[in-house]
């Protein structure tokens, strides 16, 4: 490869002639082609990545610790709107922009989740734990959230999220806890304090439902003994108030 600068021009006696510098350019032209080349294989590994980014089953969400404390949703992949069963994109941003970044989880498992935030904001690099979501449809799954924080090299402060949903996991691992406890038990009770919900299982599948606060009612009434009875009432409402165990 050679690079060419020529020139017109005319002498004293008027005639013409062309001046022209030859210049190698072989060594130029192999270092722009080693650019080229590299340039172009980074395109393909930042298209591969970024390929891959979106289709990972699990929700990935990057949030900027701003100096007060509170999270900025700075960048986020196609699994993150889907888990929390937005329709499309535009309605994920819509609702996660307003800076509320713990809007869908479960109320009763809202005070663990800022927990374990606050032990990441006060130094840990790292958590891992599992929680409930309420969906925009109104359904419920469960998650395992791993957080991870990071100073990129710009000295950004960053939270990385990442949602598996692990909603079927959890419900065979209730249903072998279940069928466990009911091969030792004549029955088994389920209660959904949200929904005010009580469900009486046997061993034979059978299912009764019913009113959690009529059950616990009645019960005090005709099966507790009467000095037992606050006992009791006051047992399930410790439960309702937050505490995850008693006995």
């Known amino acids: ?17 062309i001046t022209a510098i030859v210049i190698s350019m072989d060594e130029l032209a192999e270092k722009d082609q080693k650019v ?14 970024q390929t891959l980014y979106h289709c990972l089953p699990c929700g990935i969400m990057r949030y900027i610790i701003q100096k007060d404390g509170k999270f900025k949703l700075a960048r986020y992949n196609e699994a993150a709107w889907q888990i929390f069963g937005f329709d499309n994109e535009l309605q994920y941003e819509n609702a996660m922009f307003d800076g509320d970044t713990l809007k869908f989880t479960h109320p ?17 690099s790292n958590r891992t734990f599992e929680h409930r979501i309420i969906r925009q449809d109104g359904s419920i799954r ?3 959230v ?44 389920e209660v959904d304090l949200a929904q005010d919900t009580i469900v009486a299982k046997d061993g034979r599948g059978s299912r009764d439902i019913r009113s ?6 009645q019960w005090c009434m005709h099966v507790v003994a009467e ?12 439960i309702d108030s937050g505490e995850e165990s008693l006995r």
């Open 146 to 189: 791993m957080l991870r924080r990071f100073v990129n090299e710009q000295e950004e402060d960053f939270l990385m999220t990442i949602f598996t949903d692990i909603t079927d996991q959890v419900k065979n691992q209730t249903k072998m806890y279940r069928d466990a406890l009911l091969s030792h038990m004549d029955e088994l009770y």
């Open 108 to 124: 009763e498992d809202l005070r663990m989740v800022q927990n374990n935030v606050r032990l990441m904001i006060s130094g840990e």
């Open 227 to 238: 000095e037992d009875r606050s006992t009791l009432q006051a047992f399930f409402a410790a």
């Open 36 to 49: 080229k080349e590299l340039d172009t294989e980074l395109r393909r590994k930042t298209n591969y990545l």
């Open 142 to 144: 469960w998650v395992q």
């Open 212 to 217: 959690f606060s009529s059950f616990v009612e």
């Open 1 to 17: 490869w050679t690079q060419m600068y020529a020139q017109k021009l005319n002498n004293n006696q008027g005639k013409k002639f």
